[in-house]
C-alpha cells in the first residue's frame, strides 16, 4: 500500500485526461517546447534512447498550412522495449514510444502518449510483466515534464 502513495498522489497532482482510446493525456504547465525540452531531459538522465523530435507545427508552415503547436519526441529503450517485443511480436509497430506535445484550442498544453496497458491489450499481451513498469516509468517520466517548478 505504501508503494502505491506516490503514483495516487501523482494522479492527484496532475490533471490527467484520456484523450482517446489507448491515449493518456496529462496537462502541462509548460509550453510544448518547454515541456518536450524537459521530457527529453528526463529521459536521458534515465538512460533513454532519443531517435527523433519532430515539430509537426513547422512542417504545417512549410507547405503554407497553419497548426497549433504540436511536437513529437520518440524514444526508447532496448532492454524495455524488447521484453513487450518478446510477448507480442507485433508490438514492434508500436515501438519506440512516442510522445506528443501539443496545444488546443483553449491554449492549455497537453502531453500524450500511448497506454502501455492498451499496446499489451492491442497485441494480445495482457499479461505480460514488463507493461506494469512501462506505465509507471511513463506516469513518472510524464509528470515530471509536465508539473510546475
Known amino acids: 500500500m505504501i508503494r502505491a502513495i506516490p503514483f495516487v498522489l501523482m494522479f492527484y497532482f496532475t490533471s490527467l485526461a484520456m484523450a482517446g482510446e489507448g491515449i493518456v493525456s ?11 525540452d524537459r521530457l527529453e531531459k528526463v529521459l536521458k538522465k534515465k538512460g533513454m534512447t532519443i531517435f527523433k523530435r519532430m515539430d ?24 524495455v522495449g524488447t521484453k513487450l517485443t518478446q510477448c507480442a511480436q507485433t508490438a514492434a509497430i508500436d515501438l519506440p514510444m512516442k510522445a506528443l506535445a501539443w496545444q488546443d484550442a483553449d491554449g492549455t498544453v497537453w502531453l500524450s502518449y500511448n497506454d502501455p496497458a492498451y499496446l499489451a491489450k492491442r497485441h ?16 513518472n517520466f510524464a509528470a515530471a515534464a509536465t508539473k510546475a517548478e
Not at 496529462?26 to 518536450?36: N, P, Q
Not at 494480445?124 to 506516469?139: E, F, H, S, Y
Open 26 to 36: 496529462v496537462k502541462s504547465a509548460h509550453s510544448v517546447s518547454a515541456t518536450l
Open 56 to 79: 509537426h507545427s513547422a512542417g504545417a508552415k512549410g507547405v503554407g498550412l497553419k497548426l497549433r503547436p504540436t511536437e513529437l519526441l520518440i524514444f526508447g529503450n532496448p532492454k
Open 124 to 139: 494480445g499481451a495482457k499479461d505480460c510483466k514488463i507493461v506494469g513498469k512501462m506505465t509507471k516509468a511513463l506516469g
